[in-house]
């Protein structure tokens, strides 16, 4: 309406054929700015929502389904955690009660090593009292085969054996035993005289 009432003027005026033709070329930019304001005005919308596509989404923010996921994960993870924690405690009751059954077997231990150090301490006291009995008699018992006469000694001497009878004769004074020796038969004379050698010889020299 407004360029047809310019026409209009423009004719009462006498502007004439080229009054139109600038008419024309004023709406014909007129038509062709519009029509590329519009054609801005969707390429703009279309980068707009291009960008929108290719914009990368926020990795914490899930969807309704992965957050139930989600959810679901943590408490499987969160009954593993107990479960597991559950395990560690009831190793640690077996571990502690292993330890008081380790203390207590370690503790009768003690007391029976004590205990058995005390019986041997009694039981070598008591050896030695009889090791020193037996010294005492093999000393009195000596001291009488010494005091007989060398033929009576001699008889109860043959009567012996060998290795007993030269124990008595190794512990007598030579001459009773050299007496002793000589009222004795040969070949009995000769296995004490031997036996007494091979102590002889086994006895240590400095």
Same mark, same amino acid.
């Given at each position: 309406?407004?360029? =047809?009432?310019? %026409?209009?003027?423009? *004719?009462?005026?006498? #502007? &004439? ?9 004023? &709406? ?24 929108? @596509? ?30 597991? +924690?559950? %395990? ?12 008081? @059954? ?9 007391? %029976? ?18 090791? #020193?009995?037996? +010294?005492?008699?093999?000393? *009195?018992?000596?001291?009488?085969? +010494? ?7 001699? @008889?109860? =001497? #043959?009567?012996? +054996?060998?290795? =007993?009878?030269?124990? =008595?004769?190794? %512990? ?5 035993? !050299?007496?002793?020796? !000589? ?14 050698? &091979? *102590? ?7």
């Amino acid at each position: 309406m407004k360029l =047809f009432k310019k %026409r209009k003027a423009l *004719r009462k005026k006498g #502007g &004439g054929t080229v009054g139109l033709i600038a008419l024309l070329l004023v &709406g014909s930019a007129a038509l062709r700015a519009g029509s590329e304001a519009g054609s801005a005005y969707a390429e703009a919308t279309k980068d707009q929502i291009r960008e929108t @596509a290719e914009t990368p989404k926020d990795p914490t923010s899930k969807m309704p389904g992965q957050q139930t996921m989600d959810r679901s994960e943590m408490s499987n993870l969160l009954t593993a955690l107990l479960k597991r +924690e559950m %395990r560690v405690k009831e190793q640690e009751k077996k571990i502690e009660m292993r330890s008081k @059954a380790l203390a207590v077997a370690d503790e009768e231990i003690t007391k %029976r090593l004590a205990a058995l150090e005390q019986a041997e301490n009694a039981l070598r006291e008591t050896l030695s009292l009889a090791d #020193g009995a037996a +010294e005492g008699d093999l000393a *009195r018992l000596t001291a009488v085969y +010494e005091s007989m006469k060398p033929k009576d000694a001699a @008889a109860l =001497f #043959g009567a012996m +054996e060998p290795d =007993f009878a030269a124990g =008595f004769l190794g %512990r007598m004074r030579p001459d009773a035993a !050299a007496s002793v020796m !000589a009222g004795l038969p040969a070949d009995m004379a000769y296995a004490i005289s031997v036996i007494l050698a &091979g *102590r002889n010889t086994k006895v240590p020299k400095s």
